[in-house]
T-cell receptor
């Protein structure tokens, strides 16, 4: 069965700390896609990254980095030197290739609070 | 220019009423979606349309009826609203069903049923 688990419901850090948000997924597909979305307090959902199952290269974008490990079915997200503006709910999501509808299966979300 | 827009942003109504939420995307995408976010922030797919054709109906009650007049629009009509329908409804779009491109989301419509 397809499933995404974000075990950390809430994380609170102080500005400039590094923080890692965990994401573990389950799928029977060999081809699938993983995503991270950010939902700031204003409520919109902002796309951050997409990864396909054949690309295990880690990715860095500014202060954001992602670690994809198929062996542990994890796709973790690290924010380096966190800032108050990073405060948001972060969602990890999975889309399976055999699922022709392209639906996203979301994790429960991790609420990150960055305090000054 | 807004990529995915939804109207209205807020909707407050009485139980039993019928209401609609409209969604439009100007990204040229061929697939559109409706998601529901409950009070615990959990996001779940409701419907997906590709080129105006329904391809996902995720065990949503018949009171919910999506309509796609063209590729750029996907509206959601809800009959006989119930208290449990209170949620934030997000519309999204993506380029293709076959290739899992990222979905872009609208700003959401907060529905409150009294």
């Amino acid at each position: 069965a397809q499933k995404v688990t974000q075990a950390q419901t809430e994380i609170s850090v102080v500005e400039k700390e590094d923080v890692t948000l965990d994401c573990v997924y389950e799928t029977r597909d060999t081809t699938y896609y993983l995503f991270w979305y950010k939902q700031p307090p204003s409520g919109e959902l902002v796309f951050l990254i997409r990864r396909n199952s054949f690309d295990e290269q880690n990715e860095i974008s500014g202060r954001y980095s992602w670690n994809f490990q198929k062996s542990t079915s994890s796709f973790n997200f690290t924010i380096t030197a966190s800032q108050v503006v990073d405060s948001a709910v972060y969602f990890c999501a999975l889309s399976e290739d055999r699922n022709q509808g392209g639906k996203l299966i979301f994790g429960q979300g991790t609420e990150l609070s960055v305090k000054p | 220019d807004t990529a995915v827009s939804q109207t209205p942003k807020y909707l407050v109504t009485q139980m039993g009423n019928d209401k609609s939420i409209k969604c439009e995307q100007n990204l040229g995408h061929d697939t559109m979606y409706w998601y529901k976010q409950d009070s615990k922030k959990f996001l779940k797919i409701m419907f997906s349309y590709n080129n105006k054709e329904l391809i996902i109906n995720e065990t949503v009650p018949n009171r919910f009826s999506p309509k796609s007049p063209d590729k750029a629009h996907l509206n959601l009509h809800i009959n006989s609203l119930e208290l449990g329908d209170s949620a934030v409804y997000f519309c999204a779009s993506s380029q293709s069903v076959g290739v899992r491109k990222e979905q872009f989301f609208g700003p959401g419509t907060r529905l409150t049923v009294l």
